[in-house]
């Protein structure tokens, strides 16, 4: 059984940083690839980065290329996704996902999701 926690969520001033953090536990971090999603108030869950297995590929949505990166430690079993330049529209609960083998960027394709953590952006 995967478990993934989120945390580093919080209010921000548009134009200020956050860095989000995901600890994962229950398998082997390594075979997995690590996505984050973010679902906006009243709207659909919708795909923001993903890195590969080893930390070598990402992949980012249009709406964050530039402002965000994403990144994982393997020997910590913990995947990061930098947050600058932050906008009101980036307000969103921000979910860790995980999927065995190679990325992905469709919410139906990811096998374990964290619980969330809400970023706030004021203008």
């Known amino acids: 059984q995967v478990q993934l926690v989120e945390s580093g969520g919080g209010l921000v001033q548009a134009e200020g940083s956050l860095r989000l953090s995901c600890t994962f536990s229950?398998?082997?971090?390594?075979?997995?690839?690590m996505s984050w999603f973010r679902q906006p108030p009243g709207k659909e869950r919708e795909f923001v980065v993903a890195?590969?297995?080893?930390?070598?590929?990402?992949y980012y949505g249009d709406s964050v290329k530039g402002r965000f990166t994403i990144s994982r430690d393997n020997a910590k079993n913990i995947v990061y996704l930098q947050m600058n330049t932050l906008r009101p529209e980036d307000t969103a609960v921000y979910y860790c996902?995980?999927?065995?083998?190679?990325?992905?960027?469709?919410?139906?394709?990811?096998?374990?999701w964290g619980q969330g953590t809400q970023v706030t952006v004021s203008s």
């Open positions: 996902a995980a999927r065995v083998g190679s990325p992905a960027t469709t919410k139906s394709s990811f096998d374990s």
């Open positions: 229950g398998r082997t971090f390594s075979v997995y690839s």
């Open positions: 890195i590969t297995r080893t930390g070598g590929g990402t």
